[in-house]
């Protein structure tokens, strides 16, 4: 079956004024629309057409002959992730068990959030920052282009996209902002903790 691009988990105007809709018409209708229907076009007629999605990214990173493949599977599995990472009066307190390995791992709640963020500042051009659960820690990591922790044998607990059109037309060059903002105002954590649950 052909991939498809699912729906917003919420309306477009929901994440405003933190990510407006016009971000979210172009980013989930334009951007993320692309890379579904190439990543049909490009996997039509190969040994990976009909294959599960995490199957496409794992058969195609590292492969110089599919690496347009992974672009658009990679890109559609961090997009897939990323709108159900975020919600509507996101951000605020962390459900417990997660809270508490946070603090364990990072030190404080805090120190996470400044080393996701220098994560993210510090992946140059474009790309992505994640939480991971790597072999029972957790670890912020950054990606460049479609690269994610699946790709690598992690865990992806949340991520952030720092692809310019992710947060140019309401941060425009002010990376930084937007990333604290993904924090404190649109994280879904409730997400972030059964994702961890279900890792852990
Ligand atoms: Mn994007």
Redesign the pocket.
Known sequence: MAFELPPLPYAMDALAPYMSAETLEF?HGK??NAYVTTLNKLVEGTDLAGKDLEAVVAASFGKPDRQAIFNNAG?HW??IQ?WQWMKPNGGGAIPGELEKKLIEDFGSVDAFKEAFVQAGVGQFGSGWCWLVLDGGRLVTMKTPNAENPLAHGKTALLGC?V?E??YYIDYRNRRPDYLKAFLDSMVNWERVAEMYGQAA
Request: charged content about 10%; hydrophobic content about 20%; cysteine-free.
């Open positions: 980013h951007h993320h890109q961090n997009h990323f996209d692809w059109h992710s």
